[in-house]
């Protein structure tokens, strides 16, 4: 079992930045950030192999937010930009329990959920 916890959300102006950190009990292979706005399905923003550091970002994400690792703190990160208000949603970070090769897009292939953190993007 792997917990997941996330910090650093909060309310911000739009152009504003933030940074939200995921604590893992360990890392799996694959991790990952995901965010959800209220009446629409939750949304891959990027996924790490953590083996090597590569990272997969969906193509609406790139540009603005970047994921990262700190291995000796056991923490992924999420570094966002220029935030703009539709931006507003939970944020959540996830962790596949098995390595099958690849580190699939799809958020049901993800087992682990932090209880993720609001992010709110204010015009």
């Known amino acids: 079992q792997v917990q997941l916890m996330e910090s650093g959300g909060g309310s911000v102006q739009a152009g504003g930045s933030l940074r939200l950190s995921c604590t893992a009990s360990?890392?799996?292979?694959?991790m990952g950030w995901f965010r959800q706005a209220p009446g629409k399905a939750r949304e891959r923003i990027g996924i790490i192999y953590t083996g090597a550091g590569t990272i997969d970002y969906a193509n609406s994400m790139k540009g603005r937010f970047t994921v990262s690792l700190d291995n000796s703190k056991n923490t992924l990160y999420l570094q966002m930009n220029s935030l703009k208000p539709e931006d507003t949603a939970m944020y959540y970070c996830a962790a596949r329990r098995m390595w099958h090769g690849r580190c699939p897009p799809e958020r049901s292939a993800y087992d682990y959920w932090g209880q993720g953190t609001q992010v709110t993007v204010s015009s």
């Open positions: 360990a890392f799996t292979l694959c």
